[in-house]
């Protein structure tokens, strides 16, 4: 499977997890872990990278990335 870039980066809501996250005072392993009791198989490091913009994050991840930071996906697309 090949993964594109969009503007230099594998996703656009990566800076919005970030603002997200610091927002609600948690940190990277804290995500990472409430993403694996959701089911999401992913490590801080990964997290990270998500944030970076060098991860690609997949549908059901930004769904529950939205879920658990109590934010919209519309929000974490940059499209509100």
């Known amino acids: 499977m090949k993964i594109y870039d969009y503007n230099g980066r594998k996703n656009i809501c990566g800076d919005r997890v970030h603002e ?5 005072r948690m940190t990277q392993s804290d995500l990472a872990a409430r993403l694996q009791v ?13 944030e970076i913009g060098t991860r690609f994050v997949a549908d059901y991840e930004l769904r ?8 919209s996906v519309d929000w974490l ?3 509100e």
């Open 77 to 79: 697309l940059g499209l």
């Open 38 to 50: 959701s089911g999401i198989i992913i490590e801080r490091d990964s997290v990270s990278r998500i």
């Open 64 to 71: 529950e990335l939205a879920h658990i930071l109590q934010v």
């Open 20 to 24: 997200a996250r610091c927002r609600h």
